[in-house]
T-cell receptor, first 112, second 117 residues
Framework: GNSVTQMEGPVTLSEEAFLTINCTYTATGYPSLFWYVQYPGEGLQLLLKATKADDKGSNKGFEATYRKETTSFHLEKGSVQVSDSAVYFCALGSSNTGKLIFGQGTTLQVKP | GAGVSQSPSNKVTEKGKDVELRCDPISGHTALYWYRQSLGQGLEFLIYFQGNSAPDKSGLPSDRFSAERTGGSVSTLTIQRTQQEDSAVYLC???????????????FGSGTRLTVV
């Protein structure tokens, strides 16, 4: 079945450091891929998405590229801020039902 | 409404009691999803509605869990005879249509934190 695997956290970085959160998936067909973010005390928000191979999603300085050959969708940001501290979820979208399958989430803590 | 609204935001209940959780999706969104977020467990899919029907209820953990949706809008998730392992944040999301998981992503509500004591 379809599944998503994220790197385990927590990830602790200093402000302005480079961020990578790894995400790999297993799926049949051609799923869409998403990153969601959950800030402390808030609900999940869509951060970015990519709907086909080689697409790059980007938002708020974050980027992720849909790599079919490596079945990956790694999240990157060149210079993190304290305000980026949150839990990040990678997700895979079913083409049949619209169901999303989420990874376990990765907690990011950015220190000043 | 402007966003997905869930109520109550917090619920503490005694083991063995029944609880009802409510979700009011974005107006016009035909697809509605329930997920459960447990500590250390990530997000677990429970059920998907398209209109008032539930083509995928494969994630409901047991027959104590049920959900319905009326008028293509509000949905209620009911847990009967609650157990301590039911403690979690229950999240509702809606999408313009069933393609949400393919193209648009979802809009999530803020969730209901359920604590069974």
């Amino acid at each position: 079945g379809n599944s998503v695997t994220q790197m385990e956290g927590p990830v602790t970085l200093s402000e302005e450091a480079f961020l990578t959160i790894n995400c790999t998936y297993t799926a049949t067909g051609y799923p869409s891929l998403f990153w969601y973010v959950q800030y402390p005390g808030e609900g999940l928000q869509l951060l970015l998405k990519a709907t086909k191979a080689d697409d790059k999603g980007s938002n708020k300085g974050f980027e992720a590229t849909y790599r079919k050959e490596t079945t990956s969708f790694h999240l990157e940001k060149g210079s993190v801020q304290v305000s980026d501290s949150a839990v990040y979820f990678c997700a895979l979208g079913s083409s049949n039902t619209g169901k999303l399958i989420f990874g376990q989430g990765t907690t990011l803590q950015v220190k000043p | 409404g402007a966003g997905v609204s869930q109520s109550p935001s917090n619920k503490v209940t005694e083991k063995g009691k029944d609880v009802e959780l409510r979700c009011d999706p974005i107006s016009g969104h035909t697809a509605l999803y329930w997920y459960r977020q447990s500590l250390g467990q990530g997000l677990e899919f429970l059920i998907y509605f398209q209109g008032n029907s539930a083509p995928d209820k494969s994630g409901l953990p047991s027959d104590r869990f049920s959900a319905e949706r009326t008028g293509g809008s509000v949905s209620t998730l009911t847990i009967q005879r609650t157990q301590q392992e039911d403690s979690a944040v229950y999240l509702c999301a809606s999408s313009l249509n069933g393609s949400g998981g393919k193209t648009y992503g979802y809009t999530f509500g803020s969730g209901t934190r359920l604590t069974v004591v």
